[in-house]
C-alpha cells in the first residue's frame, strides 16, 4: 500500500512483539497490541480525529536485529545490549513510554517532598487530549559504584493519564 503514495495508516495488532523495520517509511504506525471489544470502533475514532485518548507504549519496540544480537534463550535482562527500558542500551525503534497525541502539552514538575512531585499539565494545542505523565528514578553514579549488582539505567515509580482540555485562552 506504501508504494502508491496514498496516506496509510497500518494498525498492528499482534499479541507480542514483531519485527517493524521494513514499515518505517509508513506515515503512521499504531501498535494496538490487542484491543479487545470495540477497540476497532476506539483506533478508527482516533485516526479520524474523533478521539484523542492515545497512550504509550509499554515496551520497548527493537529492531528486527535484535534476535542476532540476544540469546532468546536467556533472559538475563542485564546481558549486553540489555533487555526492556530499564537496562537496553542501544538505540532502540521506539522506547518504552514514546507516543504521539493530536494535542501538544507543556508539563511542569515540581518536586516536593521525596518523594512526591507535583505537575501541572496545560494543553496548548487546538484539541482536547490525554496525556500520560511518567515518573522515573534512577540510582546516582555514587551509588552505582558502591553496589556489586547490576543496576537499571532508570525505573518507572509511578505514571498517571490526565485528560486535558484545549485552553480557552
Known sequence: ML??????VIVIVNGGMIAIDNLMNAPA??????????????IAKSIFGLENRWGK??????????????????????????????????????KFGEGLS??????????LDIPQIECIVKNVGQIN???VLMAYHRVSDD??????????????????????????Y
Open 57 to 94: 507504549l509499554p515496551v520497548t519496540i527493537y529492531g528486527a536485529n535484535y534476535i542476532n544480537e540476544v540469546d532468546m534463550y536467556s533472559f538475563d535482562m542485564t546481558k549486553s545490549p540489555g533487555r526492556t527500558y530499564r537496562y537496553y542500551t542501544d538505540k532502540p525503534l521506539f
Open 29 to 42: 504506525i499504531i501498535e494496538a497490541f490487542y484491543p479487545a471489544m470495540r477497540g476497532g470502533e476506539a
Open 102 to 111: 493530536y494535542a501538544s502539552f507543556n508539563i511542569t514538575c515540581f518536586k
Open 143 to 168: 551509588i552505582k559504584k558502591k553496589v556489586s549488582h547490576p543496576v537499571p539505567l532508570k525505573s518507572l515509580v509511578d505514571f498517571a493519564r490526565a485528560s486535558v482540555e484545549k485552553d480557552k
Open 3 to 8: 508504494s502508491i503514495g496514498k496516506p496509510t
Open 129 to 131: 487530549g490525554d496525556e
